[in-house]
């Protein structure tokens, strides 16, 4: 059975984009080039790997299986091949590409220009940035490390802490002189809160030890900015993180509600998968993080 390491990252990101034509566009080759790669690969297998009907492709259970192998294992080989090659003494320039995930808000109002200034120290790396607010699957999306923000649930990846935020419950000042300023949790049922598409109201609404009551939203949304904008415009009541709510806040937009209760506390946390040796590029980014943002609240001094 003879099989090359073309057609495995082939194969891994037409399964991780969902067709022929980005697995192009991100491997800079042809549609044609990719097709072939992927026969060539099903011919070795002698399997089939995709259904094609109608310009559509939908990979097959032997797919699934073989991508569930593949990805932790080419994860491991490129860790170990750059460990190696580029983790030597007298060379410091980190190569190869790093993916990185983080969520959207931090993202473009953070982490951005610390991304910006770790590339400029190191030009013969390739990133690639994905800002979106929902938890990432690592090794099956091939990312090599993710931001995130809040208690981790996912205990399999490694993490690090690099600082933390608030959250800070408010509305604006018109909406709560409109329907009452509430001081308590039961005080919400008479309130409509705006959702969060990646977290349950229940969830969301934690704080001090009480048990929020059961609350509607008639305006759901996938981003802390966009929450915000809503609540700016009176449409309810919304619980974001501080970088996200103070400069609101600050030019009375916003108004802060529920001040007496125990706000939470949320680390933001980069993390990755248990790759050991841990790359260059990987143990380079996080110290750069860290050095950044010294496991306190930048924002807070802007």
């Not at 790669?37 to 009907?53: C, K």
């Not at 120290?121 to 929902?134: G, S």
């Amino acid at each position: 059975m003879r099989y090359t390491l073309d057609e495995i990252e082939t194969f891994l990101a037409v399964m991780e984009l969902g067709t022929i034509t980005a697995a192009a566009a991100r491997l800079n080759l042809s549609k044609s080039v990719i097709s072939k790669r992927i026969s060539d690969l099903e011919r070795t297998l002698g399997a089939a790997l995709f259904r094609r009907n109608a310009g559509r492709i939908r990979p097959t259970e032997t797919a699934l299986r073989l991508d569930d192998r593949l990805r932790p294992a080419l994860a491991e080989l490129t860790a170990a091949t750059e460990s190696t090659a580029w983790g030597g003494a007298g060379d410091d320039a980190l190569r190869g590409t790093l993916t990185i995930a983080a969520p959207m808000s931090f993202g473009t109002l953070y982490l951005s220009p610390i991304i910006a200034r770790f590339a400029a120290m190191h030009p013969e790396m390739e990133l690639r940035i994905d800002y979106d607010d929902r938890a990432r699957d690592l090794l099956h999306e091939g990312f090599d490390i993710a931001i995130r923000i809040g208690h981790l649930r996912d205990t399999a990846l490694m993490q690090r802490k690099l600082c933390e935020a608030e959250t800070i419950a408010c509305a604006s000042p018109a909406y709560l002189d409109r329907y009452g300023r509430p001081t308590g949790l039961a005080d919400l049922a008479d309130h409509q809160v705006i959702g969060y598409h990646h977290m349950s109201n229940a969830r969301l609404w934690e704080l001090g030890k009480g048990v929020p009551p059961t609350l509607h939203s008639r305006i759901t949304l996938n981003n802390g900015e966009a929450m915000r904008d809503m609540a700016v415009e009176g449409l309810g009541l919304v619980i974001l993180p501080d970088f996200i709510a103070n400069p609101a806040i600050e030019q009375g937009l916003l108004e802060p509600i529920l001040i007496d209760m125990d706000s939470r506390t949320l680390p933001i946390v980069a993390v990755w998968p248990p790759i050991t040796p841990i790359p260059p590029k990987l143990r380079r980014f996080v110290d750069h993080l860290l050095a950044e943002l010294d496991g306190g609240r930048p924002w807070q001094s802007k």
